[in-house]
């Protein structure tokens, strides 16, 4: 499938299915592997992260992926501090390994202040921000802090701000940790931040080489452009790091012309390789991370996954987006309605159901559990 990539300008086309199915290998989404079981943290470091906005996606993303993946396992790497939760990629929460934590942090904001920060920086005209960075830095580092006691300290210092505007900046300005218990597994917790450097205890680290995150970026989401990572990442002026890198990537093109790179030996499986059903979490990175979404979701139907800026949950059959997901749960009953999109096959139909199944046995403790099926909604 590779063809010859000897010579300059040689580009063989993959289709959406191919791309699907390489991308699906990379997520660890075409087959979970009982014999070589991969733990929570090495996929999350292999995933680069997963997206965080809310507190159980990234125990529904494993539950997806891992074989044997049980909630307890990413709570006990969270309390451990192994794992964390902070703003990186796309300036969105997301739970990283503690390295990660400490070096994507910095190559998230090589691009200097994002859209959210320039608007509120715009709005503390007159406030000194390496003073303000300062004196976040010290109160958090001091303890632990909700956002509204934050607030009240950094308003304390400058009476005539806006208050919001302070405390964003400086979440904007830090990389700071929401500290556990929230975003434990059956807990709950406000939001409290500290600093990365005193949650971990080490410094930040400089951020990395953009060639090395293009490998990561490639070994997680590819084949892809350099558009796609920058979608991925948030940040702009990628292009540069890929044609570095371009002499030991392979090219190839979609069925748009669009150039992807790739890494050699990275995974590219057969298009007809069966791809099982899935659920996937609300903002799942799959669904996040390229410019072209279209190797996983169809055209019309990427209005449906969103309203506003919420996402929903969604499952995959035959490696595409099919339907979406809700759980309804009570101390002793869990109900997985799904809700298709497309028509699905007898075989599909019992396939996503016992991947349902699965699913409410592995991340409820319920007794009674059942799978339901919506209309199929055109």
């Not at 964390?84 to 990629?89: K, P, W």
């Not at 410094?203 to 991925?232: I, N």
């Not at 748009?256 to 990175?285: K, S």
């Not at 410019?291 to 996954?305: F, N, P």
């Amino acid at each position: 499938m590779d063809g010859d990539h000897g010579k300059r300008g040689t580009h063989p086309v993959l289709g959406p299915r191919a791309l699907n199915r390489a991308t699906l290998a990379r997520q660890l989404l075409l087959r979970r592997d009982p014999e070589n079981r991969m733990s929570a943290k090495a996929a999350i470091e292999h995933l680069v992260g997963l997206q965080a906005q809310n507190v159980k996606p990234p125990y529904y993303a494993l539950a997806a992926r891992l074989h044997g993946f049980r909630p307890q396992e990413l709570s006990g790497l969270m309390e451990s501090r192994e794992v964390g939760r902070l703003v990186t990629l796309r300036s969105t929460i997301h739970t990283h390994t503690a390295a990660d934590c400490l070096a994507l942090r910095p190559f998230a904001q090589a691009g200097g202040p994002d859209r959210e920060l320039r608007m509120f920086l715009r709005r503390l005209d007159g406030v000194d921000i390496g003073r303000l960075t300062a004196i976040g830095r010290e109160l958090l580092q001091e303890r632990p802090r909700p956002v509204k006691e934050l607030r009240e300290a950094l308003r304390a210092q400058w009476p005539d701000a806006d208050p919001l505007a302070l405390t964003t900046a400086a979440r904007c300005l830090l990389p700071l940790v929401q500290v556990t218990p929230r975003g434990l597994w059956g807990r709950s917790g406000q939001v409290t931040l500290t600093t990365a450097e005193e949650w971990f205890g080490r410094p930040v680290e400089p951020a990395p080489a953009p060639d090395t995150v293009v490998r990561r970026y490639l070994a997680a989401f590819g084949p892809a452009s350099a558009k796609d990572m920058q979608t991925w990442s948030g940040l702009t002026r990628l292009m540069d790091a890929f044609e570095r890198l371009r002499p030991e990537l392979l090219t190839f093109r979609d069925e748009n012309g669009v150039v992807l790179f790739d890494l050699p030996d990275a995974p590219r499986p057969d298009p007809e390789t069966p791809a099982p059903p899935r659920f996937l979490p609300e903002y799942d990175n799959l669904l996040l991370s390229h410019a072209d979404r279209s190797r996983v979701v169809a055209e019309e139907l990427k209005v449906r996954t969103w309203k506003g800026n919420r996402s929903f949950c969604v499952f995959l059959v035959d490696g595409f987006l099919a339907g979406l997901w809700q759980l309804e749960e009570t101390e002793r009953t869990a109900i997985l309605t799904v809700q298709p999109f497309v028509k699905l096959t007898r075989a599909q139909h019992t396939a996503v159901a016992e991947e349902g199944e699965r699913l409410l046995a592995t991340m409820t403790s319920a007794t009674a559990r059942d799978v339901r099926f919506g209309d199929f909604a055109e």
